[in-house]
């Protein structure tokens, strides 16, 4: 285990990625230009507030497909339950879109969790990269908090671990949505990381896994041989995100095949509207939702639960739930 890391140390890492810039110039201007997308992989307020609507507002060209916040705050309480409870949770979330939306009120996890009899205590926004966590600490040992959530990048979480361990604070379990799911995050090069992370008992979401149950309606390729087909010619190990980006392009041959027209943009957006698919992230069926001409298609999928250093690599063997259309 390290016994510090220095702020030189922080700053010399992989460029990561901030949810308060994750939507691409391309698919920023495709609604002005009538552009049909398609996204997946981040919750779907996330897309929605980043434009300025609210829940009820009906996008043309947009169709996503994933869970939402309250998805996984569903799935996080449940973790903080098998220890005891109901809990004073502290939350480590960022200043950007990211920590906003898990902070509002309406949207955000403390709906769900408070309805659960949880009580949540923001230890405080803190810039990425951060320099340090001392008064986030200080907050957690103020209010007594010992399991704490976050969405944190794996360097902020372990200086965060660091200085809690150090103050003799050391969080009984930590549920973080981020580190583990997405590969600017798990495979940062900054000294001492992983090791300290290894021994921080932190837990996260499975939404997506070589062992879940699911199959390509292209071509049949089951979660399992996408895995192995990915780590035999990359040499990389899997993770999470590999089966929604291989299912935006299942999407994709799709709606150009049922298209009337596959060089117009909008009977592609028709198309997706009134696609049905069997995809290895599970069934999408984005005829539920409200009709043309402003198809906004949400398909929230629940995650399981998985604890450090378990890992996405060695996921649970018992299946998610089949995905839920809303």
């Known amino acids: ?3 510090s890391f220095t702020v030189a140390d922080l700053r010399r890492r992989q460029a990561h990625h901030r949810l308060g810039s994750f939507e691409s110039t391309s ?31 009906a996008f043309r060209w947009t169709y996503h497909f994933a869970w939402g916040l309250d998805d996984i705050a569903t799935v996080f309480a449940r973790m903080w339950e098998q220890i005891d409870g109901p809990h004073s949770v502290g939350c480590l979330w960022n200043d950007d879109l990211q920590g906003s939306l898990l902070r509002h009120r309406e949207y955000g996890f403390s709906p769900v969790t408070s309805a659960r009899g949880h009580t949540l205590t923001d230890l405080g926004p803190y810039t990425e990269p951060a320099v340090d966590f001392v008064a986030q600490v200080g907050r957690m040992r ?54 300290e992370l290894a021994d921080a008992r932190v837990a996260t979401l499975v939404y997506w896994s070589p062992n ?43 709606a150009l095949t049922i298209a009337d027209d596959p060089t117009d943009h909008a009977p592609i957006a028709h198309a997706l509207a009134r696609t049905t698919l069997s995809t290895i992230t599970g069934t999408l069926d984005w005829k539920r939702a409200p009709p043309p001409p402003h198809p906004q298609h949400r398909a929230p999928r629940p995650g399981r639960r998985t604890p450090w250093p378990e890992r996405p690599r060695q996921p649970p063997a018992d299946p998610d739930p089949v995905v839920e259309v809303w």
Do not use: N
């Open 1 to 3: 285990m390290p016994d």
């Open 27 to 57: 698919e920023r201007r495709a609604p002005a230009s009538g552009t049909a997308t398609a996204k997946t992989t981040f919750p779907w307020q996330a897309y929605v507030h980043s434009r300025g609507a609210d829940p009820e507002h």
């Open 142 to 195: 103020e209010h007594g908090v010992d399991i704490v959530t976050s969405a944190a990048t794996a360097i902020d979480l372990a200086l965060f671990h660091q200085q809690a361990r150090q103050a003799g604070v050391r969080p009984r379990l930590i549920t973080c949505s981020r580190w583990l799911t997405h590969p600017h995050t798990h495979t940062t090069t900054a000294p001492g990381v992983h090791d």
């Open 212 to 254: 879940h149950p699911y199959h390509s309606g292209l071509d049949g390729t089951t979660c399992a041989e996408l895995t192995h087909a990915y780590q035999r010619d990359t040499g990389e190990t899997w993770l999470q995100p590999l089966g929604p980006a291989y299912a935006l392009v299942v999407i994709a041959h799709h």
